[in-house]
């Protein structure tokens, strides 16, 4: 693993503001692997950190680094809403979804997520450093410094920018304070990949993440993302 190295910490903020920003349109996440991410957690079956009658009372969602927020959209259109339990409407949303624009995710999310709740209701939350992101369901910070009152919150934690953390142990530390006991942390990310400003951690692959966060592992695969991320899933200890 392979990390840049900042002069400060204000330079690492304005840098990842501004990287945000270029790319506050951009979404990987896609409603094909998030169908998928569900199937697989509620195949595991030893957590009652969330199940599948819409989370009511349990563990919310927390989705790390979300820019636009489209990824926050489709993980409540897929885990809450009740059109997306269906096999017809899953392939809808599969075929429809073929593009990396935000925008156009969330009017999917949107319309494929009638009766998966509101941005008020708690269960699916979202993390994001520029200021221009904010909503009702997103909080606007660093997501290596998330409020206190978080602990122990969520069931579910996903990210696909943990290469933008300036100080990994750090962030996986802030991320299991903020998880529920029995958690899944869900992780996809590009192996290998060069570090750079934009991109502070890097060089690392699927035993790389296994060592960094020490817990058992639910799934893991290298390059079956649509985007060819590759993915792994934790169960958190507690």
Not at 130 to 143: F, K, Q
Not at 166 to 195: I, M, N, S
């Amino acid at each position: 693993m392979k990390l840049y190295e900042y002069k400060t910490r204000d330079e690492y903020i304005q840098n990842q503001i501004e990287r945000s920003r270029e790319k506050s349109q951009y979404c990987k996440v896609f409603f094909g692997d998030v169908i998928r991410y569900k199937e697989l957690l509620l195949a595991d079956k030893k957590t009652d950190a969330f199940n599948d009658r819409g989370n009511r009372g349990l563990n919310p969602i927390l989705c790390l680094g979300v820019r636009s927020g489209a990824e926050v959209d489709i993980f409540r259109a897929v885990f809450l809403g009740p059109l997306l339990k269906t096999r017809w409407v899953q392939r809808l949303a599969v075929r429809l979804d073929r593009d990396t624009e935000g925008y156009k995710k969330i009017k999917l999310a949107h319309w494929l997520g009638i009766g998966s709740g509101g941005t008020r209701d708690g269960r699916v939350v979202g993390v994001e450093l520029a200021p221009e992101a904010e909503r009702a369901d997103i909080w606007i910070g660093s997501y290596d410094e998330l409020p206190a009152g978080w602990r122990g919150r969520f069931g579910l934690i996903y990210s696909n920018s943990i290469d933008h953390s300036q100080d990994p142990e750090k962030t996986v530390a802030e991320w299991k304070r903020v998880a529920a006991p029995g958690a899944y942390a869900l992780l996809a990310f590009t192996p290998g990949k060069k570090v750079s400003s934009h991109d502070p951690f890097g060089g690392f692959g699927l035993d790389e993440m296994k060592t960094l966060w020490n817990e058992p592992v639910v799934f893991s695969n290298a390059a079956d993302n649509f985007v060819g991320y590759s993915e792994i899933c934790f169960r958190l200890k507690g």
